[in-house]
């Protein structure tokens, strides 16, 4: 697909932290779990799922926040935004949307934890689970992601 307008940059509150991606993203999310309201001091967290090789930080140095858990949640040092969350065990980075020069485009896929949904919370994504899905609940999500995800507009 050539219609994604790479590359794509981004950066934090501040603008210490600079980030480039380079690499179709492979589904967008929203996760409703308590944890995400907190760190995120809103409704749901956002995420786009990018090819760890299609991500880099070229300005700035992100510092490990949150959990401090083995999927590492990395901030600014500066404005202690959250900007993505490094996964060891996957080959992925699990980007957050509101970084980029225009997140206005980005819709949802899927959405996680709905159990702790806020009433008002609503995100219009396609695939909605209870919980986390199962790693086999991915492949259809992805599937329509490629299909018809939200593609930023022609420069
Ligand atoms: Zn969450
Ligand atoms: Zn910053």
């Known amino acids: 697909m050539s219609d994604w307008n790479l590359p794509w940059n981004a950066a934090c509150l501040c603008g210490q932290v600079k980030m480039r991606i380079t690499a179709t993203p492979v589904v967008s999310m929203a996760c409703h779990c308590t944890g995400c309201q907190k760190l995120t001091s809103g409704p749901y967290s956002l995420s786009l799922l990018l090819p760890v090789d299609g991500f880099e930080v070229t300005e ?20 202690k935004n959250w900007l ?9 980075v ?27 919370a609503t995100t219009g994504a396609e695939f909605s689970y209870e919980g986390f899905p199962a790693p086999e609940d991915y492949g259809p999500a992805m599937a329509a992601f490629a299909d018809h995800g939200a593609r930023p507009p022609a420069n």
Do not use: K
């Open 60 to 79: 700035g140095a992100p510092v490990v926040g949150g959990l401090h858990a083995e999927n590492q949640q990395m901030f600014c040092p500066h404005c």
């Open 94 to 120: 699990n980007f957050r949307p509101g970084m980029l020069e225009d997140a206005s485009w980005v819709r949802l896929i899927i959405e996680t934890m709905t159990r702790e949904r806020l009433p008002y």
């Open 84 to 92: 993505f969350t490094r996964m060891p065990a996957l080959p992925f």
